[in-house]
């Protein structure tokens, strides 16, 4: 008889590759690796799985090419999106055509204004024990939106001290949970990049979202150059 705890685990695995995936994807095989503690055989397998399942994709992965069999990086398919989406996701949308076809376009942008209103209610303690540092903030609020199901991370960009570099913090969500609606109702992307700017203290600027067919929402966030400090 199959122990049936050996097909929870590998389902478990799975979806961790998968949620790995969706949050710092393109990702190579190598970084799977190294984030899931996971030997290389067993990462290619839930991999190649999932590539099966259609709900990954390949991307010839940026940088110096090594001889063998070119290098990959992998991706969600909107399939793979869907795996992660919300059960509502469906039902957020008839219920957002719904409104704007009684209440007109202003509702829809008064939804997604009280929405984010309670995203920052639920992540304001987080975000004030980080204080004053943009950097610091930025970390707490990517902790904060994974708590929320959005597979968020970030990473410094630019040069620190330099005079004419444009620093700060390139801000990445992997998954959103109502990227498919979004995609009709953009409002929902502005109200949230607006929340990003008040909680964050800086004006920020959204470069790329799922909604809009990029494999990952982009958010680049300003950080004080070592100039700008002491001069403040």
């Given at each position: 008889m199959v122990n049936p705890d050996v097909h929870t685990d590998e389902s478990r695995t799975r979806d961790r590759v998968l949620r790995v995936v969706s949050q710092e994807g393109p990702v190579s095989i190598t970084a799977l690796v190294e984030r899931l503690g996971l030997t290389e055989t067993a990462v290619r397998r839930h991999v190649d799985n999932l590539h099966a399942?259609?709900?990954v994709e390949p991307r010839d992965a940026a940088g110096p090419r090594r001889r063998g069999r070119p290098a990959k990086a992998w991706t969600l398919t909107d399939d793979g999106h869907r795996a992660l989406a919300s059960d509502y996701d469906h039902l957020a949308g008839q219920a957002l055509r719904f409104l704007r076809r009684t209440g007109g376009e202003a509702?829809?942008?008064?939804?997604?204004?009280?929405?984010?209103?309670?995203?920052?209610?639920?992540?304001?303690?987080?975000?004030d024990d980080a204080g004053d540092d943009t950097a610091r903030r930025a970390d707490a609020l990517v902790t904060a939106l994974n708590a929320e199901g959005y597979a968020a991370s970030?990473?410094?960009?630019?040069?620190?001290?330099?005079r004419t570099a444009l620093t700060g913090v390139q801000l990445c969500q992997g998954h959103c949970p109502v990227q498919h609606v979004a995609s009709e109702f953009p409002e929902l992307c502005e109200a949230e990049t607006e929340a990003f700017s008040r909680v964050l203290g800086v004006h920020v600027q959204r470069l790329a979202t799922l909604a809009h067919g990029d494999h990952v929402c982009t958010t680049f966030v300003p950080t004080p150059t070592t100039t700008e400090r002491s001069s403040s």
């Amino acid at each position: 008889m199959v122990n049936p705890d050996v097909h929870t685990d590998e389902s478990r695995t799975r979806d961790r590759v998968l949620r790995v995936v969706s949050q710092e994807g393109p990702v190579s095989i190598t970084a799977l690796v190294e984030r899931l503690g996971l030997t290389e055989t067993a990462v290619r397998r839930h991999v190649d799985n999932l590539h099966a399942a259609g709900l990954v994709e390949p991307r010839d992965a940026a940088g110096p090419r090594r001889r063998g069999r070119p290098a990959k990086a992998w991706t969600l398919t909107d399939d793979g999106h869907r795996a992660l989406a919300s059960d509502y996701d469906h039902l957020a949308g008839q219920a957002l055509r719904f409104l704007r076809r009684t209440g007109g376009e202003a509702a829809v942008q008064a939804f997604a204004e009280e929405r984010v209103a309670g995203l920052e209610h639920r992540i304001a303690d987080a975000l004030d024990d980080a204080g004053d540092d943009t950097a610091r903030r930025a970390d707490a609020l990517v902790t904060a939106l994974n708590a929320e199901g959005y597979a968020a991370s970030a990473r410094p960009v630019g040069t620190p001290g330099a005079r004419t570099a444009l620093t700060g913090v390139q801000l990445c969500q992997g998954h959103c949970p109502v990227q498919h609606v979004a995609s009709e109702f953009p409002e929902l992307c502005e109200a949230e990049t607006e929340a990003f700017s008040r909680v964050l203290g800086v004006h920020v600027q959204r470069l790329a979202t799922l909604a809009h067919g990029d494999h990952v929402c982009t958010t680049f966030v300003p950080t004080p150059t070592t100039t700008e400090r002491s001069s403040s």
